[in-house]
């Protein structure tokens, strides 16, 4: 039987890593891999992690099943942080909640909640969007449409253009849209532009399918869930999806959240348990020890109050970092502006380089990034930035 599979090419971004390991350079500078990592080039582990962690383990009895939905102290955690506290869906009991292996994992049952609900939905994906988007969306069977987003000459939102092309969507389809800290190009919708949005999607019936990954990142955990929020407070209909790998630095335990806010508490109670009989579909059961760590942190004072903390150290180097690419190209007389990096947020901009000068950086001078010229900022520290701005200029 599976003579018949034909191999396939590596994914893109493995394929990078996979180079940059093999590269014997000591000069070498990996801008390619989308984890964060500290001036060291580690992916630390916070200490309101590890403080989380060690209670959790003194405090387990058990390692059986948490259940379908996942660790209902998290879950209500998360949505108390997306949709804040005592926001009226929440009040209502108009949102649907399963704890999921990631944001990848939160994606895959939302989109398959969503076929179950409505067989022929379209989504519609932002140009340029995070790759994984499309085969995870694809996989669960929704049909996948393009909606104009970055405007890559001027480095910033073709927001008419996006505009223009959700005025002419029908009433039912879904935009995937970046709560912030948009993955590739780091150019995030301000708030008039949120409302802009929610107006014409109340208008036209447009479901919004919001996926939070960065909550935090960009300008604070507040700030970061206006678009979330919006939403929520004009719409009948949203689905939210939202990840812990970035802002607590849980990667590998997989820690996610996939969301539905219904019409009412009875859709509501509908929508959840379609969540929950799609995630046992799937995988059964979620992952515990992510969770539970979230959840420790989220419900203890001291405890949030040192990730609030670390979580803004993060934010400020990711943003400080922008600026001081900017200034050492700015020194060199870049033959380009590159102040738009600067105004741009979370860990990915676009250099604006063709593949042949991303592949020269790579070859002659052992900068790696994808070859669409995403750079993940905090690759960047004090010891490399003079380098690689000398090296991004040189293929200037």
Request: glycine residues 12%.
């Given at each position: 039987m599976f003579q018949t599979l034909e191999p396939l090419p590596p994914?893109?971004?493995?394929?990078?890593m996979a180079l940059f390991r093999q590269d014997e350079d000591p000069r070498k500078v990996d801008l390619s891999v989308g984890v964060y990592q500290d001036e060291n080039g580690n992916t630390p582990v916070l200490e309101c992690v590890r403080q989380a962690e060690q209670r959790v383990l003194q405090a387990q009895k058990t390692k059986s099943y948490v259940g379908i939905a996942g660790n209902a102290d998290f879950n209500q955690g998360m949505e108390a942080m997306l949709f804040g506290a005592d926001h009226p869906v929440r009040k209502a009991g108009r949102v649907a909640s399963v704890q999921t292996p990631g944001g990848s994992g939160g994606l895959s049952v939302a989109a398959h909640t969503i076929v179950r609900a409505q067989p022929d939905a379209r989504v519609w994906l932002s140009d340029p969007s995070w790759p994984n988007h499309l085969p995870l969306l694809r996989l669960a069977g929704l049909q996948l449409e393009q909606y104009p987003y970055y405007d890559y000459e001027n480095h910033g939102i073709d927001f008419d253009a996006m505009m223009?092309?959700?005025d002419e969507l029908r009433a039912g389809d879904l935009v995937l849209l970046h709560g912030c800290c948009h993955n590739p190009c780091g150019a995030d919708l301000s708030h008039h532009q949120w409302e802009a949005l929610a107006a014409l999607f109340e208008a036209r019936g447009i479901v919004p399918f919001l996926d939070l990954a960065y909550q935090g990142l960009a300008e604070g955990l507040e700030e970061d869930a206006y678009g979330v929020r919006v939403m929520a407070e004009r719409l009948d209909e949203v689905v939210v999806v939202a990840s812990c790998s970035k802002n607590l630095?849980?990667?590998?335990?997989?820690?996610?959240?996939?969301?539905?806010?219904?019409?009412?508490?009875?859709?509501?109670?509908?929508?959840?348990?379609?969540?929950?009989?799609?995630?046992?579909?799937i995988y059964s059961m979620p992952p515990d020890h992510g969770a539970a760590i979230t959840a420790c942190v989220l419900q203890d004072d001291e405890l949030r109050a040192l990730w609030?903390?670390?979580?803004?150290?993060?934010?400020e180097r990711l943003n400080d970092?922008?600026?001081l690419l900017v200034d050492k190209l700015e020194q060199r007389n870049a033959p380009r502006d590159y102040s738009f990096i600067a105004n741009e947020r979370g860990m990915f901009s676009f250099l604006g380089i063709s593949r042949e000068q991303v592949i020269r950086l790579r070859e002659e001078f052992h900068v790696y990034m994808v070859e669409s010229s995403r750079i993940n900022v905090a690759g960047i520290n004090q010891s490399n930035v003079d380098y690689v701005a000398d090296a991004i200029v040189a293929v200037l």
């Open positions: 994914d893109a971004i493995i394929g990078i223009a092309t959700f630095g849980l990667y590998r335990e997989r820690v996610g959240m996939a969301s539905i806010v219904s019409k009412d508490a009875e859709q509501a109670r509908a929508a959840q348990s379609n969540l929950g009989n799609v995630a046992r579909g609030i903390n670390e979580l803004g150290q993060m934010r970092l922008r600026r």
